[in-house]
Nanobody, 122 residues
């Protein structure tokens, strides 16, 4: 089992950048593929990005391609999401998730964090 805690969310102006972190407990972080999802008020959960266990493979949602970068540091049990060129449509609660393999569907992930709020002012 793994516990996930997100951090780094805050209010930022459009065009700005943020880096989110997802810290995992336990010694088995490197055995999980990881993902980022977001959910805005009144909207369905949306896939943002995912990364394989080693970090060698990544996937991105169409709305964030070219602006967001997912990465991980297995030695630190931490995953990151670098977000650039933020716009108002990026406003949401961002959740990290852990699963057995890289996937774009939330149902494929076993463990979830509580989320961190990102607000982008236009």
């Amino acid at each position: 089992q793994v516990q996930l805690v997100e951090s780094g969310g805050e209010s930022v102006q459009a065009g700005g950048s943020l880096r989110l972190s997802c810290a995992a407990s336990g010694r088995t972080f490197s055995t999980y593929a990881m993902g980022w999802f977001r959910q805005a008020p009144g909207k369905e959960r949306e896939f943002v990005a995912a990364i394989s266990r080693s970090g060698g493979s990544t996937a991105y949602g169409d709305s964030v391609k070219g602006r967001f970068t997912i990465s991980r540091d297995n030695a630190k049990n931490t995953m990151y999401l670098q977000m650039n060129s933020l716009n108002a449509e990026d406003t949401a609660v961002y959740h990290c998730a852990a699963g057995s393999f890289i996937a774009i569907f939330g149902g494929e992930y076993e463990y979830w964090g509580q989320g961190t709020q990102v607000t982008v002012a236009s």
